[in-house]
């Protein structure tokens, strides 16, 4: 299954790379920040899917979907985004996305949408959305129960994803950089997660913390 990944955030970006790496079955033919990047990028590989972030820095999502529908009929559109709601996902089956998976999801659930769009089973119509926000809804609260951070470790994630080091982490909370470092660890382990930045990618993912601003992520130490 070959795959295109479009998110303007490279932190996850990166880390859904590497996630849908570790499956055998997968080839990630390359990643996209925009969609002027996108539409090079998928005439270049012809992806099987392209996994469609909506919150994209030069086009709304939805309308990016729509063009990738109609002029590269042979991928399919799987938009993965941080947002959850009816308005949203009914708007992105209208644009012919065949599936939708909030990032809150996990790997899990995306895996199984793109085994779902490569059987080529029929795209759901925007009717749908209910029952897709209803599923959604209630796999992240299950997934959620035992990964939610205490609001220290909360504020540690936030800073670290703006690329703060842990000295300055501990300086801006008052905190020493040993009690940084104690909860940075506490957190790799709840999100089962190697380095600072798979932590920030899936804490991302989770809805844990929300992405910084528009001006991207500075590089967190590892």
Do not use: W
């Not at 941080?82 to 790997?107: D, I």
């Not at 209803?134 to 959620?144: G, P, S, Y």
Request: charged content about 25%; hydrophobic content about 40%.
């Amino acid at each position: 299954m070959r795959i295109m990944i479009v998110d303007d955030h490279e932190i996850v970006r990166e880390g859904i790379r590497a996630s849908l790496q570790r499956d055998d079955r997968i080839e990630v033919v390359g990643a996209a920040a925009n969609a002027v990047q996108a539409r090079r990028l998928i005439r270049q590989t012809l992806p099987d899917i392209a996994l469609l972030d909506l919150r994209l820095p030069d086009v709304r999502g939805e309308d990016l979907c729509r063009e990738l529908v109609r002029d590269f009929p042979q991928t399919r559109v799987i938009v993965l985004s941080t947002y959850l709601s009816e308005e949203t996902v009914r708007g992105a089956l209208e644009a012919g996305a065949s599936a939708y998976v909030t990032k809150s999801a996990g790997l899990g659930e995306l895996l199984s949408a793109i085994e779902r769009t490569m059987e080529g089973g029929p795209a759901p119509g925007a009717a749908a959305g209910t029952q897709i926000v209803k599923q959604l809804h209630a796999l992240v609260t299950d997934r959620m129960a035992g990964t939610i951070p205490t609001p220290q470790q909360e504020r540690v994630l936030e800073l670290a994803a703006q690329g703060f080091t842990n000295q300055e982490i501990g300086s801006r909370l008052f905190i020493s950089e040993s009690t940084v470092r104690f909860h940075v660890q506490k957190l790799k382990a709840k999100f089962a997660a190697r380095t600072k930045t798979e932590l920030i990618a899936k804490a991302i993912r989770t809805g844990s913390i929300a992405p910084a601003g528009e001006a991207g992520y500075a590089t967190p130490e590892t």
